[in-house]
């Protein structure tokens, strides 16, 4: 399982970024697709998740309103569209696969996926 994350960059308060993670294999073979973040000093935290059936999503609380996630079941690749971003939001982000789950909410913690992309940096600095 292979998942290549990119789209990071630096950017200034307030402004865009999306983010990209490519799967390897069938989409179908995962149950989730999610994006953490690390900053430096502080634990991985999830940020957003989705679905790859039915896309359903999940966000932080601190993203909401301002990120939105979304699949491409036929390209096999989940976008992170980040909008207003905040000095706080700086960190790398990792995109994840959850393969185990079979149903029910989003898996959003850590621990519940089993394979990780290598991570794109975010910096927002004025």
């Known amino acids: 399982v292979q998942l290549q994350a990119s789209g990071g960059g630096l950017v200034h308060p307030g402004g865009s970024l999306r983010l990209s993670c490519a799967a390897s294999g069938r989409f179908s073979d995962y149950y989730a697709i999610g994006w953490f973040r690390q900053a430096p000093g502080k634990e991985r935290e999830g940020v957003s998740c989705i679905t790859t059936n039915d896309g359903t999503a999940s966000y932080a609380d601190s993203v909401k309103g301002r990120f939105a996630i979304s699949r491409d079941n036929v390209k096999n690749t989940v976008y992170l569209q980040m909008n207003n971003l905040k000095p706080e939001d700086t960190a790398v982000y990792y995109c994840?696969?959850?393969?185990?789950?079979?149903?029910?909410?989003?898996?959003?913690?850590?621990?519940?996926?089993?394979?990780w992309g290598q991570g794109t940096l975010v910096t927002v600095s004025s």
């Open positions: 994840a696969a959850d393969e185990k789950t079979a149903s029910g909410a989003v898996p959003d913690l850590v621990r519940q996926y089993e394979y």
